[in-house]
């Protein structure tokens, strides 16, 4: 096992497969409980929406069959929402999220202070480089031998 990087002496990060599965993760529970929620309120509101008095008596059997088709629905939304519940609380006491964000936390500003450093040495090369073009574009004019020319 290696380390995912960081000052010596500090605890280990997790690896960027491992913040990108957890991310993926959160993104695909946010998605699932946001379905859910919109299934139940749209299988509530045709509920209501059919729950009307009507005089024939086919009409109110189809409605009946919609409307246990509707409640069928929203109890699969609901029982659903409440197993991801459950999901979210055992990931929460198995995973430690708060500390999974803590080490990506922690793992960004150490990226963050290499990036630094690492464009304070570009820009350190690149002024090393200008004088040093500078300085042998001066050899080369001061030089008394040139090739030629072909103006």
């Excluded at 695909?28 to 009307?52: G, P």
């Excluded at 659903?80 to 609380?89: D, H, I, N, R, W």
């Excluded at 040495?121 to 002024?127: A, F, K, S, V, Y």
């Amino acid at each position: 096992m290696s380390k995912a990087g960081g000052a010596a002496g500090s605890a280990p990060g997790p690896t960027a497969a491992a913040a990108a599965a957890a991310a993926q993760k959160q993104k695909s529970l946010l998605q699932k409980a946001d379905a859910d929620v919109s299934s139940l309120v749209d299988n509530f509101s045709s509920l209501i929406n059919i729950a009307r008095v009507n005089d024939p008596p086919v009409r109110n059997s189809q409605e009946a069959f919609q409307m246990e088709m509707r409640a069928a629905r929203m109890v699969h939304s609901a029982d659903s929402l409440l197993k991801l519940v459950s999901e979210l609380k055992r990931t929460a006491i198995f995973s430690g999220l708060a500390s999974l964000n803590e080490n990506v936390d922690r793992r960004i500003e150490v990226l963050g202070q290499q990036a630094e450093g690492t464009e304070r040495m570009l820009e350190r090369i690149g002024q090393e480089a200008a004088a040093s073009l500078k300085e042998l574009e001066a050899h080369y004019y001061s030089s008394v031998v040139r090739p030629p020319s072909y103006d």
